[in-house]
């Protein structure tokens, strides 16, 4: 800001300085700079008095939020940017080159005489007759092992009670509960033969899987030893809960 007259020039002119008053001239420039993104189907033109009415508004608010006085002159310049340039027409695509004529036959020519054959070889003598052959006897078919899916030597009993009566027990469940029980046992499928006994005195299950050897019957009986006694009735209850609403002991498991 500059004074429009300073106190020098006053007391040169002979006025008393105590009885002037000093005004101050002050000019504030704003200038703010936006820009605009069109929007699908708008122009330019369009978007200028929009925009420009929103920089005035802002430049209004700002000179009333900072207590400045006086006549405000706004002026707007809208900078647009070039337009592309139109795009270019498409090239239409090159042709290939026609296609050479197919070449012509060679002129027929008569065929010339053949050449001749060579003699037919004399056919080969008679083959001798084969030498008596001696009678063999067969041998006899060895006999049908069983495997571990069949009847075998050995049977794995597995028992336990259940809370329940007898007539709980329909076809479905003592099916589930073997299943269940030859599967802790180790086998991968219920052996052919398996049984599935359930009499009254609470409910007693008896269960026996045949199996071949004697191998895989102790392998069974050491897989269901895990829920034998005390220490293995927790774990043998988690295992039949899916398909038994109480289990009253842990299993009991013997060979014969």
Known sequence: SKALLDAATIAAAGAATSDVSVEYNAEVAIEIVSTAILQ???????????????VEAQITGLVAASGLEGDIAITSDPIFPPRPPPASPPVPPTLPPPSPPPSLPPPFSPPSKPPSLPPSP??????????????????????????????????????????????????????????KLAQLAGFRFVTLGSTLDVTAGS???????????????????SSLEQYTGAAGQDAFEAQMGPVLAAVGSAVVTTVV
């Open 40 to 54: 699908q189907g708008q122009t330019m033109e369009d978007l200028a008095p929009s925009l420009i009415g929103q």
């Open 122 to 179: 004399p056919p080969p003598p008679p083959s001798p007759p084969p030498p008596h052959a001696l009678p063999t006897s067969a041998s006899p078919t060895p006999p049908h092992l069983p495997t571990s899916g069949g009847f075998g030597s050995f049977r794995v009993i597995a028992s336990f009670t259940a809370s329940g009566d007898v007539g709980d027990f329909d076809e479905t469940t003592k099916a589930s509960i073997l299943a």
């Open 203 to 221: 409910v007693i299950i008896v269960a026996k899987f045949p199996v071949v050897t004697q191998s895989e019957a102790n392998t069974a009986k």
